[in-house]
């Protein structure tokens, strides 16, 4: 399944990834942000429901001075509201939220799938943050998140879970997430119900305890 979930990634096809029971329980929507068109944030919109977020690799969000938001307000005036460690014992890996600078509103299905393809594409420029300052703006539509440094040794979120699939891809490892909701119990989307969608559309489901297990053997 691992190998089907790389050569959809690939195709800028859509893979479905469930992080684990123990965790968040849930599973995203995964696409690699290079491909990313207003077909792909229409589908998240319609099939899944959460929240449509870009992931970004440790060291190129470092490269573009962008900081998790809770370490921004953690010296600021709102700092008692900061969240801590989650339910499943992680802190948020949210940074900042943007718009491309030519978009209107930032929220149609064009442009958050302009702005996605933006800050993919400064992924491979020499002068990364001078290009994202002078190209978005905040707060925006697209919120950001940052994958942790160490990948799945040291956190193991969808953020840091679809960034190592878009490496291992061989892709820019910056990729668009999105949870899948249910709209009859108002909750994440069970498994079970995941794996009907995934077989009805064709669409390789990975299971994190499955990449978790190649990582240890391969992730350095």
Do not use: W
Request: with cysteine.
């Amino acid at each position: 399944m691992l190998e089907s979930a790389l050569e959809s990634l690939r195709r800028g096809e859509f893979v479905l990834l469930f992080d684990s029971a123990g965790r968040e329980n849930e599973i995203d929507m995964v696409v690699a942000a290079e491909f990313i068109t207003p077909e792909h944030i229409s589908r998240m919109r319609r099939h899944a429901g959460g929240l449509v977020c870009t992931a970004l690799e440790h060291s190129f969000a470092e490269s573009l001075h962008l900081r998790y938001m809770h370490e921004m307000l953690a010296d600021s005036e709102h700092r008692d509201m900061v969240l801590g460690l989650a339910p499943y014992g992680d802190r948020p890996s949210f940074s900042i939220s943007v718009n491309h600078h030519s978009t209107y509103t930032g929220i149609t299905d064009r442009d958050r799938a302009l702005t996605i393809q933006k800050i993919a594409s400064i992924y491979g420029m020499s002068e990364r943050r001078k290009e994202f300052v002078s190209s978005f703006r905040t707060p925006g539509h697209v919120p950001l998140l940052v994958a942790a440094d160490g990948l799945l040794a040291e956190r193991r979120g969808h953020t840091e879970m679809s960034v190592y699939l878009a490496r291992l891809a061989g892709l820019v490892p910056v990729t668009v997430v999105c949870e899948m909701l249910d709209a009859q119990t108002y909750a994440a989307l069970t498994v079970k119900e995941a794996q009907k969608f995934a077989k009805q559309h064709a669409i390789p489901l990975v299971d994190g305890e499955e990449l978790l297990g190649y990582a240890k053997v391969h992730l350095s």
